[in-house]
């Protein structure tokens, strides 16, 4: 069973950038439709974005508009979010998944065979 381990998390000015990366660990990482979820105080889990398991083509939840990129590398069995331009209302916890079914680039809950534990993100003002 692959293991998802996310880093790159911690504190930010607002307009500042942060990196996300998720590692896999344990099987095959390509195998695996992948995404970035976030999850803030008091709110529900909500999707950001998802890439495809070539790393060919991605989807963003329009809430991003055009701050977050996501992106892989099958070689080193890891996934990226870069994030920009960030605001204090991004702040929450980040956590990788990843779906073994479905080619869509949108990613349900339901969907998710494996999550990683989840880095914090928080945006000062």
């Known amino acids: 069973q692959v293991q998802l381990v996310e880093s790159g998390g911690g504190l930010v000015q607002a307009g500042g950038s942060l990196r996300l990366s998720c590692a896999a660990s344990?099987?095959?990482?390509?195998?695996?439709?992948m995404g970035w979820f976030r999850q803030a105080p008091g709110k529900e889990r909500e999707f950001l974005a998802a890439?495809?398991?070539?790393?060919?083509?991605?989807g963003y939840s329009d809430s991003l508009k055009g701050r977050f990129t996501i992106s892989r590398d099958n070689a080193k069995n890891t996934m990226y979010l870069q994030m920009n331009n960030l605001k204090p209302e991004d702040t929450g916890v980040y956590s990788c998944?990843?779906?073994?079914?479905?080619?869509?680039?949108?990613?349900?809950?339901?969907?998710?065979?494996?999550w990683g534990q989840g880095t914090q993100v928080t945006v000062s003002s």
């Open positions: 344990g099987g095959s990482f390509s195998v695996y439709r």
């Open positions: 890439i495809s398991r070539t790393g060919t083509s991605t």
């Open positions: 998944a990843g779906a073994r079914t479905g080619y869509a680039l949108r990613i349900d809950t339901s969907e998710v065979n494996i």
